[in-house]
């Protein structure tokens, strides 16, 4: 299968006009977090970060297909000593858009960076917000499976007569289990919380994520053949990992040194770079580049 990778140079808000309707299988960003990466993208104050990301979540939800899944990394900062609920705020916002809020994931960074702080202990985790555009969509549980784990070896090993039926959850919440349905099996399903460390291979972006978190989520919501977006491109994480997996992706970033640096990084992978068929419309920076 030929695995296209589009990538452009301009304003997310605006290239994506330009992406038909209903297009993409998943999205998959990082944007910059509130007055964060001031020296690359200038920073953007918490209480107007929702009023400039609203204009593009709306773009988002237009070209995302009705049975696609968007993650969004992102998380509060501190200001004057306490959280931020800028994060929250846009939750919200994004709700009376039309999204629905149907998941959040904790990446927790194994290998954080020390400190000390007088009121508080360093960040080991960020938020992964899972926004569908209707309650049933793609999901691929088994391609995200993980060994059972030690605790089963013992837990399995002598089972009590509640533990071969259904058993329901004793608060009330309606869930139930049954122990013995995971009897001979050697994989289990994860939870919401990633366990990665923060290297990655691209060190010349000012907040580049690791190839295991998108290739995670590309995992769990497509399968080959299928479209992934990231709007706020950067170092092309998303994109090469796509690729990589046999997925056609797009890439939008605003800032020309980054995307020259993935448009010199496909060259080197002995691709060949053309102007593809499809007819979208030329940005303002009129610079876009397609690799099969």
């Not at 988002?60 to 049975?67: H, N, S």
Request: proline share 5%; net charge positive; charged share 30%.
């Amino acid at each position: 299968m030929s695995v296209k990778t589009d990538i452009f140079l301009g304003d997310s808000k605006d290239v994506l006009k330009q992406i038909p309707d209903n297009s993409v299988n998943l999205i998959f960003t990082s944007p910059p977090y509130a007055d964060q990466r001031k020296s690359t993208y200038g920073g953007i104050s918490p209480d107007k970060y929702v009023e400039w990301f609203l204009p593009i979540s709306k773009e988002l939800f237009r070209v995302l297909k009705p049975d696609g899944t968007f993650v969004l990394n992102i998380k509060e900062k501190v200001v004057k000593g306490e959280r931020s609920t800028y994060v929250l705020e846009l939750i919200l916002a994004m709700r009376k858009q039309g999204w629905l809020w149907t998941e959040e994931f904790i990446w927790h960074k194994k290998n954080s960076f020390p400190g000390k702080w007088p009121n508080r202990f360093r960040d080991s985790w960020e938020r992964l917000l899972q926004f569908n555009k209707q309650r049933k969509f793609n999901m691929y549980q088994e391609e995200v499976m993980v060994p059972m784990g030690d605790w089963a070896k013992s837990r399995l090993k002598n089972l009590s007569e509640t533990d071969k039926k259904r058993e329901n959850s004793k608060v009330g919440s309606g869930f139930g289990k049954n122990v013995s349905n995971w009897l001979n099996r050697d994989k289990a399903y994860p939870t919401n919380v990633l366990h990665l460390a923060t290297e990655c291979n691209n060190k010349n972006h000012s907040a580049a994520f690791p190839e295991s978190l998108p290739e995670w989520f590309i995992k769990l919501f497509t399968k080959e053949g299928d479209m992934v977006l990231d709007p706020f491109m950067g170092s092309g994480t998303t994109n090469f990992v796509a690729r990589r997996m046999g997925r056609h992706s797009i890439g939008i970033e605003i800032l020309s040194e980054y995307y020259n640096m993935v448009k010199s990084e496909l060259e080197k992978s002995d691709l060949i770079l053309f102007e593809p068929k499809a007819n979208y419309e030329k940005t303002k920076s009129g610079r876009r580049k397609a690799i099969r």
